[in-house]
Nanobody
Framework: QVQLVESGGGAVQAGGSLRLSCAASGRTFAMGWFRQGKGKEREFVATINWVGTTTNYADSVKGRFTISKDNSKNTMYLQMSSLKPEDTALYYC????????????????WGQGTQVTVSS
């Protein structure tokens, strides 16, 4: 069983930046970030393979967000820049997919989420 703990969320003004972290208790294979706004369905944000060489992003964040990981620390990151009010959501870390995936059901492990709030 792998435990995931997210951190780094907070409140920021539009145009600002935040870096989310996801610390894992064990080997995670591919990992991803998802988010869920109030009253909305959970949506894909970004995904990365185990070695960190393959990434994929939702069109809505492409060019603004960067996913990365440090396997020596068992930690994945999401650097978020040029934040918009529509980025406001609870951000979840996911792990355990055999390959990078945009599909939530492909992941076995989930964190509890960290809130990101972007004000205009």
């Amino acid at each position: 069983q792998v435990q995931l703990v997210e951190s780094g969320g907070g409140a920021v003004q539009a145009g600002g930046s935040l870096r989310l972290s996801c610390a894992a208790s064990g080997r995670t294979f591919a990992m991803g970030w998802f988010r869920q706004g109030k009253g909305k369905e959970r949506e894909f944000v970004a995904t990365i393979n185990w070695v960190g060489t393959t990434t994929n992003y939702a069109d809505s964040v492409k060019g603004r967000f960067t996913i990365s990981k440090d396997n020596s620390k068992n930690t994945m990151y999401l650097q978020m820049s040029s934040l918009k009010p529509e980025d406001t959501a609870l951000y979840y870390c996911a792990a355990g997919s055999p390959t990078p995936s945009m599909v939530p059901n492909e992941y076995f492990y989930w964190g509890q989420g960290t809130q990101v709030t972007v004000s205009s």
